[in-house]
């Protein structure tokens, strides 16, 4: 089975930036393409950024697109989100999840962290 457990969220103030890291066990890190998606309360979970299982390819929501850089280290079996320029609107729980190929779509991730809360002050 696949563990991803996500870190680094916290509280910030807006314009602000915060690193978030989401550490994946128990399977080969190589063999998943990774993403991050966000929840804020009383709306839907939506997509935000994810890489490519060699971390040739990302793919980001428009609504964070040149914000947020999504990186990998194959090393430490971590995917990162840098999060710069946060805005009060970024405010939501963060989850990683693991899948077998690079998609925007949350039905195709098969492994799921348990979250971590951003909160952006303005």
């Known amino acids: 089975q696949v563990q991803v457990v996500e870190s680094g969220g916290g509280l910030v103030q807006a314009g602000g930036s915060l690193r978030l890291s989401c550490a994946v066990s128990?399977?080969?890190?190589?063999?998943?393409?990774m993403g991050w998606f966000r929840q804020a309360p009383g709306k839907e979970r939506e997509f935000v950024a994810a890489?490519?299982?060699?971390?040739?390819?990302?793919r980001y929501a428009d609504a964070v697109k040149g914000r947020f850089p999504i990186a990998r280290s194959s090393a430490k079996n971590t995917v990162y989100l840098q999060m710069n320029s946060l805005k009060p609107e970024d405010t939501a729980v963060y989850y990683c999840?693991?899948?077998?190929?690079?998609?925007?779509?949350?039905?195709?991730?098969?492994?799921w962290g348990q979250g971590t809360q951003v909160t952006v002050s303005s």
């Open positions: 999840a693991a899948s077998l190929a690079l998609t925007t779509k949350l039905s195709e991730y098969s492994y």
């Open positions: 128990g399977r080969t890190f190589i063999d998943y393409a």
């Open positions: 890489i490519s299982r060699n971390g040739g390819s990302t």
